[in-house]
């Protein structure tokens, strides 16, 4: 199994930050029920504002495979068009589990 983990830091002021980075959360924890490759996702807000992360992602997956295919998954690419203009930078690891 592959563990998917994924942090995003985004553009604006705080207020707005946290208003897309919701929009982005709830569309995530709904691809479990619609990408059947992914097999779990756990969707975090950084409460701690010293830090420079707003929001991290962990996902579940059988395999590489399955994580390319979650995220070339339609489901998956209209939850990223949601933070598309507020990205400013994404750090990822998959690691075996």
């Known amino acids: 199994m592959i563990k998917h983990v994924v942090t995003f830091k985004f553009k604006g002021e705080a207020e707005e930050k946290t208003k897309i980075a919701k929009k982005f959360k709830e569309a995530l924890e709904e691809l479990p029920g619609q990408i059947p490759q992914l097999k779990s996702i756990e969707v975090g807000l950084n409460v ?36 598309a203009p507020y990205k400013l930078d994404r750090a990822c690891v998959d690691y075996k589990i």
């Open 48 to 83: 701690n504002k010293n830090e420079s992360w707003d929001l991290v992602l962990t996902a579940i997956a059988d395999s590489l495979e399955d994580v390319a295919a979650y995220s070339a998954h339609p489901a998956h690419q209209a939850a990223v068009a949601i933070i």
